[in-house]
């Protein structure tokens, strides 16, 4: 559902700079100009991506605003620049922009449960990301020795060699921001900074004896496109009494929201076949109960339906992990 993270690996290089300083360094850096000019748009895909799967996921971004603005005017406001809200709202009339342009793509992960139908085909967006270039987890140690707040933003990014007014300064003040913010009413949530605090948040939330396993998206043959028809070929449904969803935020290293709702939800695992080739294994998700979703959430617009009405489900973008209990 969005671009890779290529443009977060020389920032990673510089991060690795700093842990470990090594002659390959300035090369490294000297990349980084090149590549910047390139992240813009990514950037705003991105998160224009993740704003949909966080609204799915019942983290209203309106509402999430709302609370930035209180932190902002809060007692952090001497870490945080007077144009700071310039910033934001700037970032979010380029979010606009390309909403209208990158609509039509990136919105074909909606569907209702009767699409559900081996057989079926409809058009599916599945993202196709370079795991090579997306940023590294660091281990828990490495996560520990640098600060994650927005308190810290103008330190951090210091540390990272960002400028404070790019799209990567940006983006890591939205990645802060949202895992900072309060979780809604039903939901635990937890941003995590290297995999052993994510596994360590599916203990505490599965049990700590718990079995549990990650379902993904994945590419199961190559295919050049990444907006095509599939031809729905086998549905599993998952029985689980809950799932843990996790989507990477945009960050120097890898760092994931990972979210759990207290609500009526089912998982499935569906295996399609594109009309152009490229087989893929998708994790699925639908939400049974919308009658309480924001009624703009832009699902109903898609699918033509009002909240409540209706199910609402979809796809997951290759790069989330699920994690489902082993029963
Ligand atoms: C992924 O990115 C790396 C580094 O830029 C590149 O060498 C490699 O060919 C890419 N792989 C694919 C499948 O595009
Ligand atoms: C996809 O293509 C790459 C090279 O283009 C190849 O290395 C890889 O094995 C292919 N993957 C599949 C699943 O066919
Ligand atoms: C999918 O198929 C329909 C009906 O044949 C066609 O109108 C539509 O353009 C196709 N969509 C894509 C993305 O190929």
């Not at 979010?92 to 209208?100: D, E, M, P």
């Not at 009002?306 to 290759?318: A, I, Q, R």
Request: charged share 25%.
């Amino acid at each position: 559902m969005r671009p890779g993270f290529a443009s977060w690996s020389f920032i990673l290089c510089i991060l690795l700079v700093f842990l470990i300083p090594q002659d390959t360094g300035a090369r490294k850096i000297a990349t980084t100009e090149k590549e910047v000019s390139h992240d813009l748009q990514k950037l705003v895909l991105e998160g224009l991506a993740l704003d949909n799967i966080l609204q799915l996921e019942g983290a209203d971004v309106e509402i999430n605003n709302k609370h930035v603005k209180q932190d902002d005017d809060g007692d952090d406001s001497d870490d945080e620049d007077d144009d700071d809200d310039d910033d934001d709202d700037e970032q979010k009339k380029i979010i606009r922009k390309n909403l209208h342009k990158h609509m039509d793509i990136e919105l074909n992960v909606f569907f209702t449960p009767s699409d559900l139908k081996v057989g079926k085909i409809m058009p599916i967006y599945f993202s196709k990301k370079n795991s090579s270039t997306s940023p590294k987890f660091l281990t828990r140690e490495e996560a520990s020795q640098i600060p994650f707040s927005s308190k810290h933003l103008k330190s951090l990014l210091k540390f990272f060699s960002i400028p404070k007014h790019s799209p990567q300064a940006k983006a890591m003040k939205y990645t802060l921001k949202n895992c900072e913010l309060e979780s809604m009413e039903g939901e635990t949530k937890f941003c995590a900074t290297s995999l052993e605090s994510l596994l360590d948040f599916a203990h505490y939330l599965f049990g700590s004896n718990a079995k549990f396993k990650p379902l993904t998206t994945v590419h199961l043959s190559n295919s050049t496109a990444i907006l095509q028809n599939y031809t729905i070929s086998q549905v599993e449904v998952i029985s689980v009494p809950n799932i843990i969803g996790c989507h990477p935020m945009p960050y120097p290293y890898a760092v994931f929201y990972c979210h759990s709702q207290q609500s009526d939800t089912n998982m499935y695992e569906v295996l399609v076949e594109g009309e152009n080739g490229g087989r893929v294994k998708a994790a699925a998700i639908c939400h049974m109960d919308t009658s309480k979703w924001d009624k703009d959430h832009v699902s109903f617009r898609v699918l033509k339906v009002e909240p409540g009405t209706s199910p609402v489900c979809h796809f997951f973008p290759p790069d989330n992990l699920v994690w489902v209990p082993l029963t």
